[in-house]
């Protein structure tokens, strides 16, 4: 069986590395999407939750595509943590503006 190249096992240890930070939020994300929308306030936590949802995967493509080979610590900890201050930031911002 032919070996990977360096380059190669490279990509593949930061792409799993980046996938496990990002899965345990991702499922989180899912879970907290489905739960504002069951809210009956007429959509405000939703879209709230929403907004913060798409803005936080838009941070996240900038970041990979930016630092694609190489994620380093802070990276990977935004890609984990992230969605929650985010979340609260925009939960601030949201209540303030309306």
Same mark, same amino acid.
């Given at each position: +069986?032919?070996?990977m190249s360096t380059?190669? &096992? &490279?990509? =593949?240890?930061?792409?799993?590395? +980046?996938?496990?930070? /990002? !899965?345990?939020?991702?499922?989180?994300?899912?879970? #907290?999407?489905? /739960?504002?929308?069951?809210?009956?306030?007429? *959509?405000? #936590?939703?879209?709230?939750?929403?907004?913060?949802? #798409?803005?936080?995967?838009?941070?996240?493509?900038a970041a990979v =595509? %930016? !630092?694609r080979p190489r994620?380093?610590?802070?990276? %990977?900890?935004?890609?984990?943590? *992230?969605? =929650? =201050?985010?979340?609260?930031?925009?939960?601030?911002?949201?209540?303030?503006?309306?």
């Amino acid at each position: +069986m032919a070996r990977m190249s360096t380059d190669a &096992e &490279e990509r =593949f240890t930061a792409l799993r590395a +980046m996938w496990a930070a /990002m !899965r345990p939020t991702l499922l989180v994300q899912v879970g #907290i999407v489905l /739960m504002s929308s069951l809210v009956l306030d007429g *959509g405000v #936590i939703y879209k709230c939750v929403l907004t913060a949802a #798409i803005s936080y995967w838009l941070f996240v493509l900038a970041a990979v =595509f %930016r !630092r694609r080979p190489r994620l380093e610590r802070h990276d %990977r900890w935004f890609l984990k943590w *992230g969605f =929650f =201050f985010w979340l609260g930031y925009v939960a601030v911002v949201r209540s303030w503006v309306a």
